[in-house]
């Protein structure tokens, strides 16, 4: 089962441009994940933001989390071709914590 | 850190055969693995949760005829697809969980099964 809906599905920017991709989900969390998949790869953590946390930053890397709308996001800054993947959210959700339930993903383009 | 390895990383078989894919914890414990199955250009939806000495749990609509697991230790999962047939040929993801769960769950590289 999917957790809930990302957006937008696609993304194509220059390089140099900022990148923000948002994430819906449905039920109550305990943590928000995002992660990143080159094509027909498996999956890298980018950064964890837990329930009780409002914005996160990891490099050029900044993740907000509204709880009260059940959405977050994730802004790439000063994007680079090598940016160029899908992203997916994934939410750890409160009655397991153990188990990862990910979004629609959407896929960035970073145009040289 | 923490280091996931999934192998075969392809795999071509025949309809009716059944495959055998590993998953291993290569420097940490981990009591807990997911299986996951991605479609081409989708998401990774979860298969079943794997358990160490203990039966899998399996989301629902997953045949658990179909995708047997076993986790006989600490640091080693695997999933038979059996009796395959070309629907399921997919891309098989499996992951871990980290101890303390603090920073996010470390995948597999993944495994592009293919059915002829």
């Known amino acids: 089962s999917q957790q809930g809906e990302e957006d937008p599905q696609a993304l194509s920017i220059q390089e140099g441009e900022n990148a923000t991709m948002n994430c819906s989900y449905k039920t109550s969390i305990n943590n928000l994940q995002w992660y990143r998949q080159n094509s027909g790869r498996g999956l890298v953590h980018l950064i964890l933001i837990r329930s009780n946390e409002r914005e996160k930053h990891s490099g050029r890397l900044r993740v907000t989390l509204d709880t009260s709308k059940k959405s977050s996001s994730l802004l790439i800054t000063a994007s680079r071709a090598a940016d160029t993947a899908s992203y997916f959210c994934a939410t750890g959700v409160s009655y397991n914590t153990d188990k990862l339930i990910f979004g629609t993903g959407t896929r960035l383009q970073v145009f040289p | 850190g923490a280091v996931v390895s999934q192998h075969p990383s392809r795999v071509i078989c025949k309809s009716g055969t059944s495959v055998k894919i590993e998953c291993r914890s290569l420097?940490?414990?981990?009591?807990?693995m997911f299986w996951y199955r991605q479609f081409p250009k989708k998401s990774l939806m979860l298969m079943a949760t794997s358990n160490e000495g203990s039966k899998a749990t399996y989301e629902q609509g997953v045949e658990k005829d179909k995708f047997l697991i076993n986790h006989a230790s600490l640091t080693l999962s695997t999933l038979t697809v059996t009796s395959a047939h070309p629907e399921d040929s997919s891309f098989y993801i499996c992951?871990?969980?980290?101890?303390?769960?603090?920073?996010?769950?470390?995948f597999g590289s993944g495994t592009r099964l293919t059915v002829v």
């Open positions: 420097d940490f414990q981990a009591t807990t």
């Open positions: 992951s871990a969980s980290f101890p303390g769960g603090l920073y996010g769950y470390t």
